[in-house]
DNA sequence: CAGATATCGATACCGAGTGCAACAATAGAC
DNA sequence: GTCTATTGTTGCACTCGGTATCGATATCTG
């Protein structure tokens, strides 16, 4: 990491450091009741430090998810059959390595009244994902990405699969996320596909 | 209303004038570029008049797009069918009065480097409508309008419907925005029926 | 030891959004 | 016509998230 890499240092500040404590402070207080202030306090960090470790508040909450929407953008890349098939794949295997259990900051939304943060920074977050999707699909259709015929899919799934996601991480009894998003997007992704691609 | 009402009423300002001033600046320079005493300014009204009538400064993008939601949401409480069907058939008429074109700032959101803050502020403004279709299913199913049963479905259906209506306000030749949320959904709605109903 | 370098901290700044107290204008009461 | 209540409007102060800058400090290299 290039925070610990450098000649000087201080401090063993990180972004880990950070985010645990704004954690913490979601889960005491609420997230709207927590201040940036308040999380450089507890991280014994100024609150210059806190911007030049994270990108925004809310950081700390997508810090799991972050990761499975890199590890799915990756995917669709590789993988077998068509590219809607590839994004199903793609979306299953990211979450894959959370087993039966979702990360702290999904689980808890509720508890840290940071459901609503989560879901308005949803779209910003997932975009990268999307663009890869849809750009996966068009190449595929000669189509262009921003067309009707490659855009909708992607969003139509990936939405489906946020959905399950939070469905499935208010459920006592989980199965793994895995099989959860599968059930859910399979069915999605065989109806975009026989509706776009009706011969084949 | 209850602004002309009133005993006193030093001014003539409306929503619809701040509105306007709002979307010729963000067309004029870019919404980023555009401050809220910008539009108040230009609307010749104080910066304390615009978030008196205005929530935030978003606003002007959603004047024709919170009005559909709204008819969505009434319109799942009427109509004939499962809750599933009575979901699409309230989206496609929802967007029926649009005929074939666009509201403004759907059709200008790239123009007025609005396409992200549109984005963004999207899951707020379709929460009303996600909730009142999950609750819709969630009585017809003997279940929790937080269970996947009752949540994964609208949620698809409807972000299927906003790609669908994003990708139709960007096509230069546009058919009717109703046919091309019906084209869109309908497959969808079916997919997600028989997965969650099998026998039926 | 000296210089280069990168992080950290403090400060100032910007814009969105909120709250409030004062003001102005008008409709109605008398 | 005057008084009064009502209501839209204004200006100001404030909070908060986010950005930029500059100086200080600690580490590494020569």
């Given at each position: 990491m290039?925070?610990?890499?450098?000649?000087g240092r201080p401090r063993?500040?990180?972004a880990a450091t950070i985010h645990e404590a704004a954690l913490e402070l979601f889960l005491e207080r609420g997230?709207?009741?927590v201040s940036v202030d308040d999380i450089a306090r507890r991280a014994?960090?100024?609150?210059?430090?806190?911007f030049s470790y994270c990108d925004s508040k809310a950081d700390a909450l997508w810090v799991g998810l972050d990761a499975?929407?890199?590890r799915a953008g990756d995917a669709i890349?590789?993988?077998?059959?068509?590219?809607?098939?590839?994004?199903?794949?793609a979306l299953v295997h990211a979450v894959g390595p959370?087993?039966?259990?979702?990360?702290?900051?999904?689980?808890?939304a509720q508890a840290m009244g940071a459901a609503e943060a989560?879901?308005?920074?949803?779209?910003?977050?997932?975009?990268?994902?999307?663009d890869r999707a849809a750009l996966a699909l068009a190449l595929e259709r000669d189509a262009l990405p921003e067309s009707a015929d490659a855009a909708v899919a992607p969003v139509t799934i990936i939405a489906a699969a946020c959905a399950a996601l939070v469905a499935w991480a208010r459920t006592p009894a989980r199965p793994p996320a895995a099989e959860a998003v599968r059930a859910t997007i399979a069915p999605i992704a065989s109806a975009s596909r026989t509706r776009d691609h009706p011969a084949s």
């Open positions: 290039a925070a610990s890499r450098g000649p063993a500040s990180s997230y709207d009741a014994g960090v100024s609150r210059g430090t806190v499975a929407i890199e890349a590789e993988g077998s059959g068509d590219a809607l098939q590839r994004l199903v794949d959370w087993g039966a259990t979702p990360p702290t900051a999904l689980r808890d989560l879901r308005d920074g949803a779209p910003a977050r997932l975009q990268p994902l999307l």
